[in-house]
Each structure stands twice: as structure tokens, then as C-alpha cells.
């Protein structure tokens, strides 16, 4: 019988993690794959990985707010389950617009679930001790790409895209079951307050907006009617945001992490580092696939960064009590710079050893920084403001990772520029993430 316990808490969200993010890395290689058989176009294919991403930020205030107000446990039981179900429907679609409202669906399953799982892991734990579950919970959305890369290259080869969908039931299925059983009842009360879930709707669709201009940037043009209405959408709507907050009991974001000036610019330096992470991310495969390696070799040959990062996760905690919190996030940034530093002075389809060693140093640094600004954040948090901080460090982690493969991969495919001025542009914004990591050490110290 599973007691509730902090551990088995804990071990509920880490299932769930690992099969949500089981097929990030794979399915980033896979897209000319899954648009041949679907007789579909590349461009088409992008939006497998665009539209959770978009769909997630949408959700993730409405999921943190409806925590603090309904409880995060049943909110994350909600979540787990859509997420099922988008994962199946997934691997029963038969088109490429099928497909993309599946993929959609499986984002709106993680927006409920991500920051309700982060509160309830952290939540399990006095605050002193709260980086041993984020620390986990990184280690979980780490290794887990890196399984699906070993494995679903040649999953794909022999049975076909909708493998990687489907493989992840059995382990949805069990996090299902742990959480049911094994996380506290009391979750499901929240604190009573009143939830206006209006204005979670606004800031959603203001990041919408946001994404979608920029992820249609290259096609549209920066003085074009689309671009300028869509960006003019998303400065009215997030305006409107800022009206109905300082109207509704319960807002979107805490007032806590507002006065809180530490956490806030943890917030900002931790979103700064992923934009740059995710942006490498998908330009990477690109360098590869554009220089004749095949999908398998692509996906192999990317997995030191994730492996790396979960290799580092189970002693994080004891790494960040060590170097201390502001000390561990300039460390992670720096290694993260390093790696990007290096990028634009090789080839990366060829040198191989320097391209271990430069993604060896990116999913290190990630590993570090990530862990060490989520742990401050979580740790400055009252009690009461624990799903609403977790879901502003979901969205805008989704928010900073969609701009950063956005935006590199527009300077990647655009006529004048490629894929070496891309990597220029990661490395310079490294640095930049850098700069705040040594700002945010300062302050906190």
C-alpha cells in the first residue's frame, strides 16, 4: 500500500514529469519524419512543438491561481489526466492538423499540471530542504529526453512516429494512480479564497499574442499589419491584465513575488537562461540535419546535454548547500555561457569532441542555474502564495523557451543571416544571462 508520505509525494510529480517531457528532444529531430508520413510540410510540423508550448503559457496562471484557490491536488489530478488523453489521441491521429490539436491538448494537460506539481512537490517540504524536490523534479524533465532520444530513434524506425506518444501511457497511467492515492487530501481545499479567473485568461492570451508574432515574424515582416496588430493585441491585453489585477482577490501574480525583489530577479534571470537553452535547442538539430546526419545520429549526438543535466540532478541539492543558492546560479550561467561561447567557432557536425564538451557545459549550467533560481523562488514564497509563485516560474519559463526557438530559429532561416549568426546571437544573450546571475549572487548574498 503507498503511504503519503513527502516521498511518495514527490516520486507521483516525478512520474508525471518524466512522461511529459519523455519525447521533448526526439520529437524536435522527428518533424521531417512525422510530416512525410502524414504527407505534410515541415512548416506544418513546427507547430508539434509550438502549440504546447503556446497552450501551456496560456493555462499556467489559471492553473497556479486555481491551486491557491481550489487546491493544487485536484487541479494537478485534472491536469494529469487531459494529458493522458492528448498523449493517446496523439498516437491515434491521422493527419497533421489532427495531430496538432492533440498536441495541444497534451499542452493544455501540462499547463494544469506543471506548476500545481512544482507547488505540491515543494510544498511537502520545510523550505530549508525545498532543493531536494526541484532538484528532482529538474533531474526527472533532464533524463527523461535523453531516454527518448536513446530509445526513439529506433522506435521510430521500426514502428513509426506514433510510438513515442504511446509509450508514455503506461508511465501516465501510474503517476495517475500515485497522485490519487498518495497526495495529501488537504490539497484539495485550498485556502477559500476567491478565484477570478479572468484575469489569468488575459495574461494568457497576451502571451498568445506575444508568441504568435514572434513565431510568425520571419513570414510576416517587422512593419507588416499582422505583426503590428497581433503585437498591438498583446500590449492592450496585457494592459487590460494589469487593470483587472489590482481588482481580484486572488491575483495571477502573488503580491509577494512583487515586493520581493530577489525573487524577481531570480525570476527574470531563470527565464533569461532557458530562452537561451530552448533557442540552441532547436538550431542545434538543424546544424546537423542540414549537414547529412540522420535523425538518429542528430537525436545521439544531442543527448550529452540532457544526460549531463541528469547526471548532476541527485547532487544538486548538496551542490547548491555547498556553494550556496546566488553562487550555484553564477557557476550553472557560466558553464551555460561557456557552451554557447563556443558554438559559433567550430563545426559542429564535425568536431565532435568540442561539441561534447560544449553541450556537456550547457545542460551542467542549465542544471545548476535552473535548480538554484527555482529553490530561491519557491523558498521566498509564503505558503499561501506557493501555486500562484510556481505557475509565474512556469509561464515564464514557457514564455522566455518559446521566444528564444522563435527568435533563433527566424535568424537560423532567414535569408541574410543562418545558422552561425543564430549561435552568435545565443552566445551574446548567454552572457547577458550571465550578467544577472552575478547581479542576482550580489543581492541575495
Known amino acids: 500500500m503507498i503511504?503519503?508520505?513527502?516521498?511518495?509525494?514527490?516520486?507521483?510529480v516525478v512520474l508525471s514529469t518524466i512522461a511529459a517531457n519523455l519525447t521533448l528532444t526526439i520529437l524536435a529531430i522527428a518533424l521531417q519524419p512525422i510530416a512525410e508520413e502524414l504527407s505534410s510540410s515541415l512548416d506544418a510540423?513546427?507547430?508539434?512543438?509550438?502549440?504546447?508550448?503556446?497552450?501551456?503559457?496560456?493555462?499556467?496562471?489559471?492553473?497556479?491561481?486555481?491551486?491557491?484557490r481550489y487546491g493544487a491536488r485536484i487541479v494537478w489530478l485534472v491536469g494529469n489526466a487531459i494529458l493522458f488523453l492528448g498523449l493517446l489521441w496523439s498516437g491515434l491521429s491521422r493527419s497533421m492538423f489532427e495531430l496538432i490539436l492533440a498536441r495541444a491538448l497534451t499542452g493544455l494537460g501540462s499547463g494544469l499540471s506543471i506548476s500545481p506539481g512544482?507547488?505540491?512537490?515543494?510544498?511537502?517540504?520545510?523550505s530549508e530542504e525545498r532543493a531536494r524536490p526541484v532538484s528532482a523534479i529538474m533531474t526527472a524533465s533532464a533524463l527523461s529526453p535523453a531516454v527518448g532520444v536513446l530509445l526513439g530513434g529506433p522506435a521510430?524506425?521500426?514502428?513509426?512516429?506514433?510510438?513515442?506518444?504511446?509509450a508514455q501511457l503506461p508511465l501516465m497511467a501510474a503517476a495517475l494512480f500515485v497522485g490519487f492515492v498518495a497526495l495529501p487530501r488537504r490539497l484539495e481545499t485550498g485556502d477559500g479564497r476567491r478565484f477570478d479567473p479572468s484575469a489569468s485568461l488575459l495574461l494568457g492570451i497576451s502571451a498568445f499574442a506575444l508568441l504568435l508574432a514572434l513565431n510568425r515574424f520571419a513570414d510576416w515582416g517587422a512593419l507588416s499589419l499582422e505583426t503590428l496588430a497581433t503585437m498591438g493585441i498583446s500590449m492592450?491585453?496585457?494592459?487590460?491584465?494589469?487593470?483587472?489585477?489590482?481588482?481580484?482577490?486572488?491575483?495571477?501574480?502573488?503580491?509577494?513575488?512583487?515586493?520581493?525583489?530577489?525573487?524577481?530577479?531570480?525570476?527574470?534571470?531563470?527565464?533569461?537562461?532557458?530562452?537561451?537553452?530552448?533557442g540552441s535547442f532547436l538550431v542545434l538539430p538543424l546544424a546537423l540535419l542540414d549537414a547529412g546526419r540522420s535523425a538518429t545520429e542528430a537525436a545521439l549526438l544531442l543527448s550529452p546535454r540532457p544526460i549531463v543535466m541528469g547526471i548532476f540532478g541527485p547532487f544538486a541539492a548538496a551542490f547548491m548547500h555547498r556553494m550556496g543558492l546566488g553562487m550555484s546560479g553564477v557557476i550553472g550561467s557560466a558553464a551555460l555561457a561557456i557552451g554557447?561561447?563556443?558554438?559559433?567557432?567550430?563545426?559542429?557536425?564535425e568536431d565532435l569532441p568540442l561539441l561534447f564538451l560544449a553541450l556537456s557545459?550547457?545542460?551542467?549550467?542549465?542544471?545548476?542555474?535552473?535548480?538554484?533560481?527555482?529553490?530561491?523562488i519557491t523558498a521566498?514564497?509564503?505558503e499561501r502564495d506557493l501555486g500562484g509563485t510556481s505557475s509565474m516560474i512556469t509561464i515564464s519559463t514557457a514564455i522566455a523557451g518559446a521566444i528564444g526557438m522563435a527568435g533563433l530559429l527566424a535568424v537560423a532561416l532567414h535569408p541574410l543571416f543562418g545558422i552561425h549568426e543564430a549561435f552568435v546571437v545565443s552566445a551574446a544573450l548567454s552572457l547577458i544571462s550571465l550578467g544577472l546571475a552575478w547581479r542576482l549572487e550580489r543581492r541575495s548574498s
Open 45 to 68: 510540423a513546427a507547430w508539434l512543438t509550438i502549440a504546447p508550448v503556446l497552450v501551456s503559457a496560456l493555462v499556467a496562471p489559471f492553473a497556479g491561481s486555481a491551486s491557491d
Open 380 to 382: 521566498r514564497a509564503p
Open 156 to 166: 521510430i524506425d521500426y514502428f513509426g512516429f506514433r510510438i513515442l506518444f504511446l
Open 118 to 126: 512544482l507547488a505540491i512537490a515543494a510544498g511537502a517540504y520545510p
Open 340 to 349: 554557447h561561447l563556443m558554438l559559433p567557432f567550430f563545426d559542429v557536425s
Open 3 to 12: 503511504e503519503r508520505s513527502p516521498r511518495s509525494t514527490l516520486a507521483a
Open 236 to 278: 492592450l491585453v496585457f494592459g487590460v491584465f494589469l487593470y483587472r489585477e489590482r481588482r481580484v482577490e486572488v491575483p495571477t501574480v502573488p503580491p509577494s513575488l512583487l515586493r520581493d525583489r530577489i525573487a524577481r530577479l531570480a525570476l527574470l534571470t531563470r527565464a533569461m537562461i532557458f530562452g537561451v537553452y530552448m
Open 361 to 376: 557545459l550547457m545542460g551542467f549550467g542549465l542544471g545548476a542555474a535552473q535548480v538554484a533560481t527555482a529553490t530561491m
